[in-house]
């Protein structure tokens, strides 16, 4: 019923920048919480950032004040601005989202992944 499909991902080098977008699409009545988590190999998978409908958002220490989530609520979109990248920021980025589809109730969903990859 909804699909979150990511894209933006690629190959920089360290201190470069990269912008992740997820669109969401299907019956959608309301999207709550969006956020980006990543898994790098051998890893879990984890938080990096989310933001909630009304903007607040959280961070992980590791990226606080190199990435930036934003989202725009008419386009069912978010956001991941991430500057001055590391080698140790090289994972597959998932997109998730907390969705109100019509005539049902909130369900979690994921997107498929987009690799990012910061060379040293």
């Known amino acids: 019923q909804v699909q979150l499909v990511e894209s933006g991902g690629g190959l920089v080098q360290a201190g470069g920048s990269l912008r992740l977008s997820c669109a969401a699409s299907g019956r959608i009545f309301m999207i709550n919480t969006m956020g980006w988590y990543r898994q790098a190999p051998g890893k879990q998978r984890e938080l990096v950032a989310g933001?909630?409908?009304?903007?607040?958002?959280n961070y992980a220490d590791s990226v606080q004040g190199r990435f930036t989530i934003s989202r725009d609520n008419a386009k069912n979109t978010v956001y991941l601005q991430m500057n001055s990248l590391k080698p140790e920021d090289t994972a597959v980025y998932y997109c998730?989202?907390?969705?109100?589809?019509?005539?049902?109730?909130?369900?979690?969903?994921w997107g498929q992944g987009t690799q990012v990859t910061v060379s040293s």
């Open positions: 933001i909630r409908r009304n903007g607040d958002t």
């Open positions: 998730n989202a907390d969705v109100i589809v019509f005539g049902a109730y909130e369900s979690n969903y």
